[in-house]
């Protein structure tokens, strides 16, 4: 069975940083992507990075502060947030697109809250 667990969630003054952790365990045939998600209360979940082995990919918001990076002996992906906002707070899910056995399955992991005061 296939786990995804975050770590690294905290409350950090504006300007600070932090960065975010996911490990994928289980049986894992391929990683075809890992990325981060967050939600905002009252609003959806938007995307905040994703890697895949064709390169990276990043929200307006975040280009210039968010760094995404993995590590495939590891099965984790790490988010280096620089340069925090209030706007950042949110909560911050992992999300993975493994190949497991024969299938392509998505994984979502539990949430991890980020909070950037002023």
């Known amino acids: 069975q296939v786990q995804l667990v975050e770590s690294g969630g905290g409350l950090v003054q504006a300007g600070g940083s932090l960065r975010l952790s996911c490990t994928a365990s289980g049986i894992i045939f391929r990683i075809n992507a890992m990325g981060w998600y967050r939600q905002a209360p009252g609003k959806q979940r938007e995307l905040v990075a994703v890697?895949?082995?064709?390169?990276?990919n990043y929200a307006d918001s975040v280009k210039g502060r968010f760094t995404i990076s993995i590590d495939n002996a590891k099965n984790t992906v790490y988010l280096q947030m620089n340069t925090l906002k209030p706007e950042d707070t949110a909560v911050y899910y992992c999300?993975?697109?493994?190949?497991?056995?024969?299938?392509?399955?998505?994984?979502w992991g539990q949430g991890t809250q980020v909070t950037v005061s002023s």
């Open positions: 890697i895949t082995s064709g390169g990276t």
């Open positions: 999300n993975a697109d493994l190949t497991v056995g024969v299938s392509n399955i998505d994984y």
